[in-house]
């Protein structure tokens, strides 16, 4: 593998410190599931500058890439990713200037939720329990409880395809159920300028002591998964119809659909891989349109090779 790599390798040695280079890295160790095979190479860009650079770095070299947050809405497969995954958790400086919240595409959705908290300010508080990333979450209008990013957003600072640099106003980021003119074009989030009003401070820490409460009795978080397995269909809920179908519970070798909330697949141990995620996946989605004529999307992305 190195020799494939070896031009691009060097000339990224110049750009990112060497702690900041791994080589056929597990994917495990960095997705909320825990699943996966090994990257050919993840880097870990510590500033915008180093970001922008390697990004165009991959680019010249007309290497794959993949950019990865927390892994938190991820399913790599059991065989891994060839090319680069660039790793953005240590791009996560977050600045504040009056009731506008600057926050590098790594910054962690809860840490950002906090610091809203803190300085009184309101409207962020549906994303404290979120398990992803700033930027993650921009791509794909990331939400819950009533909230979702294109609520507090007035824009990002991207990178596109060519490895140009721009920023895109609020109004030009299209936002949708779980998608983005981000998310359709392959940008790169670089960082996200967030809007939000000033509130009691005592009512935001309860709103959020609340809504972690109920994140805490709803969803499976005592096991690994990747979040909500499947879009909402419209005019049905996805855990409603998996239930329906008599999922609750239900067992394929080592993953399981949950038994708190049918929206979610995750693994019951150590022994389970991708391949028996996507396999449920599978019978689920053929059970429910067999019986209700609805084809279920899946919201988790599904990235590697089998």
Partial sequence: MY??????????????????????????????????????????????????????????????????????????????????????????????????????????????????????LCGFSFACGIPGTIGGAVNMNAGAYGGEMSQVVIGVKVIDLNGEVFYIPREEIEFGYRTTTVMERKYIVIRCDISLEYGNKEEIHDEMKDLMHKR?????????????????????????LIEDCGFRG????????????????????ENATASEVLELIDIVKNRVYDKFNVMLDTEVRIIGED
């Fill in 3 to 120: 020799g494939d790599y070896k031009v691009l390798l060097e000339q990224l040695k110049f750009i990112l410190c060497s702690e900041n280079i791994k080589i056929d890295e597990s994917m495990k160790k960095y997705t909320t599931f825990k699943l996966g095979g090994a990257c050919d190479i993840m880097i870990f860009p510590s500033s915008e500058e180093e970001l922008i650079e390697s990004i165009k770095c991959i680019i010249k070299n007309k290497t794959p890439y993949f950019v990865l947050g927390r892994g938190s809405n991820l399913l790599v497969k059991d065989k891994g990713i060839r090319g680069v995954v660039v790793n953005l958790t240590k791009l996560n400086r977050v600045s504040i200037e009056k009731n506008i919240i600057r926050a590098e595409s790594g910054a962690n959705l809860s840490n950002v939720s906090i610091i809203a908290k803190d300085n009184s």
């Fill in 216 to 240: 805490k009795m709803k969803q499976p978080i005592e096991y690994p998964s990747a979040g909500s397995t499947f879009k909402r269909p419209e005019g049905y809920f996805a855990g409603k």
């Fill in 250 to 269: 239900y067992i394929h070798k080592n993953v399981m659909v949950s038994e708190k909330h049918c929206g979610f697949i995750v693994t019951r141990n």
